[in-house]
């Protein structure tokens, strides 16, 4: 019996479309099954020593990466104790649930957090961004949090547009941005948006297992970590440095980066254009089937804001009286369909597709279907033909 969903009997395969963890290719899963070796056997290390260019690669610098044997929580702190001292201001500029966890983190951590409001469907004003920076004339604020993308609305951020809002007042706080749902998923380029932290996990546009997760970091933030005082020890960045791998105080997780080689090897096979043209590809249709499916009241964009649509999940807010999660369990129970959930106060009230990692044209269409039967199904009104909307956008 399957623990995880006694109440169903599912055939086929499971179609995932949350937005991470996400699908894993059948060669990366093959790679993590690697035997395991000595993490410094010479064959390792070389193995490794791609995995880190390449990582590099993706996030298109030529500065500094650190892994950590943890999820993406991991690397946030590691981030926030790295550079910060007890009682430096934090600016965290708002977008949602993550952005919230990210500020809570950083206060649990002894950091002061100010923050930049902004509605969670229009995503912030940068004048505000840029009024906030402006105001802090004595330069208390050390660094700048920013989520790229944020997986709980489907908004993104134009991370150019807080390097300017920085550059205009001559701030010189450090910019610090998660990319845990962004990167290899749209664009971000780290040295020539001048981002000096950057927060990236495994388990979404790199489709690989949840576990690992790394922060870029640059000359001027390595230079910031030398004078932090925040207790810290198995994610220092200066005990990591002088290690063979420069991350790692403890055992290194291999078989991870056998999967890492081989995600790399998709990714740079496919082409990181290619790649981010097939998430935008893959958006569009989404976002065409539900703006079908608002008609007749029925569910809409939770990103009211077209500049900032998120290329890697789409979140869709039901009409008034009708349940997120029964939808969902719907999806699951009777198609076989896994969907993300409404986070924090958007619980119940907003589902969440996930068009990020290893997906195409196919699978989409069919967890399309599997929502639009859905919808039908729990009688939540909705405009018929959103699915037919996103054929017709794909094929023209
Ligand atoms: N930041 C963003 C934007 C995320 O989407 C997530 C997880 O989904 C996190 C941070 C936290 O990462 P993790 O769940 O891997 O610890």
Redesign the pocket.
Known sequence: MNQITPSRTARGRLFFANP?PTNIPDSVLKAVAHSTVDFMSPEFLTLYDGCMEGVKRVLKTQQHVFFYTA???GA?EAALVNVLSPGDRLLIVETGY?SE?WAEMATALGIEVVTVAADWRQGVDMKNVEAALAADTEHRIKAVGV?H???ATGVALPIPEVRAALDATGHPALLMA?T??SLACFDFRMDEWGVDVVVG?S?KGLMLP?GM?FTGVSNKALAAHKLSTMPKHYMNWSAMIVRRHKSFIGTVPVSIFFGLAESLRLLEEEGLENVFARHHRLARATRAAVRHWSGNNGPELFCANPQRFSDSVTAIKMPEGHDAEALRKLCYERFNLSLGGGLGPLGGKVFRIGHMGDLNEPMVLGALAAVEMSLQGAGVPHGKGGVQAAMEWLAG
């Open positions: 991470g999820s993406g929580h946030w993550f966890g989520v993308n944020e997986t998660d845990i749902s996990g388990q949840t997760s």
